[in-house]
C-alpha cells in the first residue's frame, strides 16, 4: 500500500522500519519540527526524520498538521493509508478521511485502558500486570477510534518504563503490519470501544519523579522503575539532587520519621508512609550513577540523617 507514515520519537522508528521491510511503500514521512538540544543549542533531528532519510524517504515537518495549506500538501501522496505512531499532533477530519483506509494509530496500552500521553510508564508506576499494545481506526477524539487489533505483554516485577517501552515498540511494529494486512485483504473487524471503561493518563512532568517519602515504599518503588530512565526519580541531601535509579521494598519499619535513613556499612535505606526503601542504585548531582555500595565508599552517610527539601 501507498502508505503516509506519520511519527516522531524512537518508539516509532520501529514500525516506520517495518512498514518498510514488509514492501509497503511510504512515500512521505510526517514528523515534529528539528529542536535544539544540548548546551551548544544545535537542531537535532527526530529519530523518525534520521530513519526516513536513512531510507531515502521524503521528510515533511509542520509546525501545524491542520494549517490548509498542509492539508493540501499531504493530499498530493494519494496515500492509501496513513499510519500514526506517537506523533504529538493532533488530526483534523479532513486529514482523518483523506486516505482510502483512513487513518491508522498504533497506541501502547492495551485500549479503553490508558488513553492519552505517556501510557507505558503509567503502566509501570501503577502497578499493572499487563500492558500491550492496540492499533485503531483513528476519529477526531484522542485514542478513542475503533479497535482493530491488540497484543498483550505481560510486565516483568523488575521492568522499567525504559524496557517496557522497548518491548512495546517491538510489539506494535509487528502489530501494524499485521493489521495493514487484514485491512488490505478486507479481514479487519473494527471494534467499538467501550467508554465506560476507558481511563486517562496525564504527561510526565520532571516535578513527578520527586519522591514522597510519605508514601508506601511499595508506591514509591514503581515510581523509580517507571521513570527510568527519564525523567527519574530523585530527592535532596546535602543541598543537591540525588536520583534514585533502582530501589527495593523491605518489610519493616525503623520507627523514624518518613525519609530518615538507616545506612549500613554497604546499604541506604529509608523510611517511608509503610515499609523501608532500600536505595540500590544512586546519583548525587554532578557525579555518576553507581551501586551504593561504592556510593558509600566516597560520601559520607550516617543513620538518622532525613532525605528530602
Given at each position: 500500500?501507498?502508505?503516509?507514515?506519520?511519527?516522531?520519537?524512537?518508539?516509532?522508528?520501529?514500525?516506520?522500519?517495518?512498514?518498510?521491510?514488509?514492501?509497503?511503500?511510504?512515500?512521505?514521512?510526517?514528523?515534529?519540527?528539528?529542536?535544539?538540544?544540548?548546551?551548544?543549542?544545535?537542531?537535532?533531528?527526530?529519530?523518525?526524520?534520521?530513519?526516513?532519510?536513512?531510507?531515502?524517504?521524503?521528510?515533511?515537518?509542520?509546525?501545524?498538521?491542520?494549517?490548509?495549506?498542509?492539508?493540501?500538501?499531504?493530499?498530493?501522496?494519494?496515500?492509501?493509508?496513513?499510519?500514526?505512531?506517537?506523533?504529538?499532533?493532533?488530526?483534523?477530519?479532513?486529514?482523518?478521511?483523506?486516505?482510502?483506509?483512513?487513518?491508522?494509530?498504533?497506541?501502547?496500552?492495551?485500549?479503553?485502558?490508558?488513553?492519552?500521553?505517556?501510557?507505558?510508564?503509567?503502566?509501570?508506576?501503577?502497578?499493572?500486570?499487563?500492558?500491550?499494545?492496540?492499533?485503531?481506526?483513528?476519529?477526531?477524539?484522542?485514542?478513542?477510534?475503533?479497535?482493530?487489533?491488540?497484543?498483550?505483554?505481560?510486565?516483568?516485577?523488575?521492568?522499567?518504563?525504559?524496557?517496557?517501552?522497548?518491548?512495546?515498540?517491538?510489539?506494535?511494529?509487528?502489530?501494524?503490519?499485521?493489521?495493514?494486512?487484514?485491512?488490505?485483504?478486507?479481514?479487519?473487524?473494527?471494534?467499538?470501544?467501550?467508554?465506560?471503561?476507558?481511563?486517562?493518563?496525564?504527561?510526565?512532568?520532571?516535578?513527578?519523579g520527586e519522591i514522597d517519602f510519605?508514601?508506601?515504599?511499595?508506591?514509591i518503588e514503581r515510581l523509580v522503575?517507571?521513570?527510568?530512565?527519564?525523567?527519574?526519580?530523585?530527592?535532596?541531601?546535602?543541598?543537591?539532587?540525588?536520583?534514585?535509579?533502582?530501589?527495593?521494598?523491605?518489610?519493616?519499619?525503623?520507627?523514624?520519621?518518613?525519609?530518615?535513613?538507616?545506612?549500613?556499612?554497604?546499604?541506604?535505606?529509608?523510611?517511608?508512609?509503610?515499609?523501608?526503601?532500600?536505595?540500590?542504585?544512586?546519583?548525587?548531582?554532578?557525579?555518576?550513577?553507581?551501586?551504593?555500595?561504592?556510593?558509600?565508599?566516597?560520601?559520607?552517610?550516617?543513620?538518622?540523617?532525613?532525605?528530602?527539601?
Amino acid at each position: 500500500m501507498k502508505v503516509i507514515f506519520m511519527g516522531t520519537p524512537d518508539f516509532s522508528v520501529g514500525t516506520l522500519e517495518a512498514l518498510i521491510q514488509a514492501g509497503h511503500e511510504v512515500t512521505l514521512v510526517v514528523t515534529q519540527p528539528d529542536k535544539p538540544k544540548g548546551r551548544g543549542k544545535a537542531m537535532q533531528y527526530t529519530p523518525v526524520k534520521e530513519t526516513a532519510l536513512a531510507h531515502g524517504i521524503e521528510v515533511y515537518q509542520p509546525t501545524k498538521i491542520r494549517e490548509p495549506e498542509c492539508v493540501e500538501y499531504l493530499k498530493k501522496y494519494e496515500a492509501d493509508i496513513m499510519v500514526v505512531v506517537a506523533f504529538g499532533q493532533i488530526l483534523t477530519k479532513e486529514i482523518l478521511d483523506m486516505p482510502k483506509y483512513g487513518c491508522i494509530n498504533v497506541h501502547a496500552s492495551l485500549l479503553p485502558k490508558y488513553r492519552g500521553a505517556a501510557p507505558i510508564q503509567w503502566a509501570v508506576i501503577n502497578g499493572e500486570k499487563v500492558s500491550g499494545v492496540t492499533t485503531m481506526r483513528m476519529d477526531e477524539g484522542i485514542d478513542t477510534g475503533d479497535m482493530i487489533l491488540k497484543e498483550e505483554v505481560e510486565l516483568d516485577p523488575e521492568e522499567t518504563g525504559g524496557s517496557l517501552f522497548e518491548r512495546l515498540a517491538k510489539t506494535g511494529a509487528e502489530l501494524c503490519v499485521k493489521t495493514l494486512v487484514a485491512i488490505e485483504n478486507g479481514t479487519a473487524t473494527y471494534t467499538p470501544q467501550d467508554n465506560a471503561k476507558a481511563t486517562h493518563t496525564k504527561m510526565i512532568k520532571k516535578q513527578l519523579g520527586e519522591i514522597d517519602f510519605t508514601k508506601p515504599a511499595e508506591e514509591i518503588e514503581r515510581l523509580v522503575r517507571g521513570l527510568n530512565p527519564w525523567p527519574s526519580a530523585y530527592t535532596h541531601w546535602n543541598g543537591k539532587t540525588l536520583k534514585v535509579w533502582k530501589a527495593s521494598v523491605l518489610d519493616k519499619e525503623s520507627g523514624k520519621e518518613p525519609g530518615t535513613i538507616e545506612v549500613g556499612k554497604n546499604t541506604i535505606a529509608v523510611q517511608t508512609g509503610k515499609g523501608m526503601l532500600q536505595l540500590e542504585e544512586i546519583q548525587l548531582e554532578g557525579k555518576k550513577r553507581m551501586q551504593t555500595d561504592a556510593f558509600l565508599r566516597g560520601v559520607s552517610l550516617e543513620t538518622g540523617m532525613i532525605l528530602g527539601k
